[in-house]
């Protein structure tokens, strides 16, 4: 099946040719494996719905595995750093395992990611297929040797897993006379797809949530309305994206020319931000009206912002003969950065389509969590401090 626009794919939710929504693991990964962020908690909301979320058995063994090796990398890490404070300041009490334990409550990352996967399996009714219980070997091989989608004419024994995924899914399809949405960025997956007549794909999450909401149009143009350039959601929402801005954890890495150097960022700044277009605004929850008439929303959007990070830097050379570190001065630095990011807005409407309608700004959340910064190589000194006057006479 042909990838089809929006509109279309909407005309097929309304009738209920589509009944039921998958994620690729490449979602759940470009979502950092947050899964109370604000789009994958979105999807819990379909339990309270005829409509079903489905996912590959070979999917959920993949995202149980990334989040147990992502627990992996940050107990690595933290432990670390935690030896290295402690022997820095010779901290004696609490231990680090102690510190450990409360970090992780005691858990091995094998266990915590058992755990935190099946709270969001039961959180959102998610169902789990049983992959090897709907395709045959046979089915496997012969879309193996004749080259079908998802195998290629490249590595095909990596397109297994992505294969039986796939397979499972249109088998499940067909045995229950519909059809599903599915979300992934995988260029086999929409290979896949694009043959079927079961499995319809979109690349982003917050467009199937949209889809899915299919939010009343008096919501939408109020909501567009609020973030058009005349009204105050633009403003209201940059605020807060410049305090969650420089909130944001900024690593540094450089090296120096000569001599040694430490590098000390103060932040980051939103320097400027481009605004979405309103067909790439996506409302992705909708509540019914509560007793005081006010209808919760979720908005999710693209945005293209310019970063800026102030660091500090300050550089020595190591005397050998006296053994000492001696400072060089130091001097500052501007890093500038653009970035493209998703912001999810939590909104209220008030007096929706009345007179007094107003829109309530909530929060937001971003998916950018850091910036890692890389200064390169670094000279001691800057340009100007190597010009001789001289050169002008």
Not at 46 to 58: I, Q
Not at 177 to 183: C, W, Y
Not at 224 to 250: C, K, S, Y
């Amino acid at each position: 099946m042909p990838i089809l626009p929006e509109d279309e794919l909407l005309d097929l939710l309304r009738d209920g040719t589509i009944s039921a929504l998958t994620i690729d693991t490449n979602i759940f990964d470009e979502k950092g494996l947050q899964l109370g962020s604000a789009p994958l908690a979105t999807v819990a909301a379909l339990s309270n719905r005829p409509f079903s979320f489905l996912l590959s058995g070979t999917v959920a063994q993949e995202v149980r595995g990334h989040i147990e090796k992502k627990a992996e990398e940050a107990l690595r890490s933290v432990r670390k750093a935690i030896g290295e404070a402690l022997f820095a300041f010779e901290t004696v009490q609490p231990t680090r395992d102690e510190i450990l334990n409360q970090i992780t409550g005691a858990q091995a990352p094998a266990g915590a990611a058992q755990s935190r996967f099946a709270e969001y399996v039961d959180q959102s009714g998610c169902e789990i297929l049983n992959d090897e219980e709907l395709v045959t070997t046979k089915d496997l091989f012969e879309g193996y040797f004749a080259g079908h989608p998802p195998f290629g004419t490249g590595k095909k024994k990596d397109e297994f897993p992505d294969a039986l995924a796939l397979r499972a899914l249109e088998a499940t399809a067909t045995a229950r006379a519909t059809a599903i949405l599915v979300v992934s960025k995988d260029g086999d997956w929409r290979n896949f797809c694009e043959e079927s007549q079961r499995l319809y794909l979109v690349p982003e999450l917050e467009t199937a949530l949209s889809l899915l909401n299919d939010p009343p149009l008096v919501v939408r143009q109020a909501i567009l309305t609020w973030l058009g350039p005349e009204d105050d959601g633009r403003a209201e929402i940059q605020h807060d994206l410049e305090n969650r801005i420089t909130d944001l954890d900024v690593a540094i890495s450089g090296y120096a020319t000569s001599g040694e150097m430490e590098a000390v960022p103060y932040g980051a700044e939103l320097h400027s931000l481009d605004w979405p277009d309103d067909a790439e605004v996506d409302i992705i929850e909708t509540s019914e009206p509560d007793e005081n008439g006010v209808v919760s929303a979720v908005l999710s959007m693209p945005l293209s912002v310019d970063l800026r990070v102030h660091v500090e830097l300050s550089f020595s050379v190591w005397d050998s003969i006296d053994r000492e570190s001696i400072s060089m001065g130091g001097r500052s630095v501007e890093y500038d950065e653009t970035r493209d990011i998703r912001a999810t807005v939590m909104v209220n409407i008030n007096d929706l389509g009345g007179e007094d309608q107003y829109i309530e700004f909530v929060s937001c959340e971003i998916d950018l969590k850091g910036l890692d910064v890389d200064l390169g190589d670094v000279d001691m000194f800057e340009p100007e401090d190597y010009y001789d006057d001289r050169d002008e006479q």
